[in-house]
């Protein structure tokens, strides 16, 4: 089945043919008015360059006028082989296809609202016929039924001619053009940004990238450039600064010679409150004991600092790298990550 985008808009035009795989580009006089477009020729021209091909409209009074306007068309520089003239259901329209068909253009008999027309198209050779979808069904119509009738009729009698799916108004209507087994379908870019979308698809994908995340990156490639310690000399005033200012809820404490001693949390510092007051900011971080802390490699998997967050439910762990005090990981980190599920 073909893919068209249906726009007069240059950057989602643009955007959508990043794609790769579109068929073409149809566009119309009403969306051309609504982007503020005044100089049709040289938009169409602009458009021919861009898209593989393109689907204009040709307008007339009668045959000779239709005709005549696809003619001057390709003379202002509109490929023949790549251009596509949309034209209006009638009978003079349907003459005017015959006559372009018959001389090598591609027609486009659109606005297509009953069986009896598309078989004029079809008889008249048109390259595309094209029920409107979303109009027919805004009317009460079964615009469904009506596309299955004109796919079965091309099927059954032999005709050259595709069946397109338009005025699309929602991803539905893109699986009902594939159930109904029509040629082409054209689609709004909102719509069509839409069409690979859908929530488990999503949740799967997240599940990939964070199990991929645990299994390849290291702790080394997250850690913050803050690195909070006190030594055992300063107070419990500094490691608060500390804390404050790397914006970790611990900070490592060391002695003269950098060596990790211990950790002390915020849950360390609300405990020593209730204990000591606020005589508590002059202690000294030396007063305290301190267990040996968690710690981890920065060589050291994502998934291996998760697991330790998830067996010993601490908020943060000592990093080191040869044996050396690093940094520090908190639990937020993972969140922020999305590594917590």
């Known amino acids: 089945m073909e893919l068209y ?14 794609l790769g795989f579109l068929t073409g580009l149809t566009t119309t006089p009403t969306f051309m008015h609504r982007e503020g477009i005044t100089d049709v020729d040289a938009i ?8 593989p091909v393109l689907q204009v409209e040709a307008l007339g009074d009668n045959a000779d006028e239709i ?7 390709v003379k202002i520089g509109l490929p023949k082989d790549k251009t596509v003239f949309k034209i209006p259901v009638s009978l003079e329209g349907v003459r005017a296809c015959k006559r372009l068909t018959d001389d090598g253009f591609m027609v486009n008999i659109h606005l297509v609202y009953t069986l009896q027309q598309a078989y004029m198209a079809m008889a008249a050779g048109a390259t595309y016929v094209c029920p409107l979808v979303g109009r027919l069904q805004d009317q009460g119509h079964d615009a469904l039924g009506l596309v299955q009738q004109c796919v079965d009729a091309v099927n059954y009698y032999g005709y050259n001619s595709k069946i397109m799916f338009s ?5 539905e209507h893109v699986r009902n053009a594939i159930n109904v087994g029509v040629h082409t379908v054209t689609v709004p870019w909102k719509i069509m940004k839409q069409l690979t979308e859908n929530h488990f698809t999503t949740l799967g994908t997240q599940q990939f990238e964070e199990h991929t995340k645990l ?3 290291k702790v080394k490639e ?6 909070p310690m006190v030594k055992l000399s300063e107070t419990v005033l500094d490691a608060v600064v500390q804390m404050t200012e790397s914006g970790f809820g611990a900070v490592s404490v060391v002695d003269a010679k950098k060596n990790l001693v211990g950790v002390f949390t915020d849950g360390d510092l609300r405990r020593q409150l209730k204990e000591s007051g606020k005589d508590l900011l002059k202690k000294k971080m030396s007063d305290f004991e301190y267990k040996t802390p968690l710690t981890i490699d920065s060589e050291a ?8 967050f998830k067996q010993k439910s601490v908020d943060n762990i000592i990093v080191t790298e040869k044996g050396k005090l690093k940094g ?10 999305g590594l917590m599920g």
């Open 5 to 18: 985008l249906d726009s007069a808009d240059i950057k989602e035009i643009e955007e959508a043919f990043k």
């Open 44 to 51: 169409m021209l602009k458009l021919s360059k861009i898209v």
């Open 67 to 73: 005709v005549k306007e696809a003619k001057r068309l």
């Open 167 to 171: 005025s699309v108004r929602n991803v």
């Open 215 to 217: 299994m390849t990156k």
């Open 222 to 227: 997250i850690i913050r450039k803050d690195n």
């Open 301 to 308: 998997l994502l998934n291996d600092a998760l697991q330790i």
């Open 328 to 337: 520090m990981v908190d639990v937020q980190d993972f969140i922020d990550l």
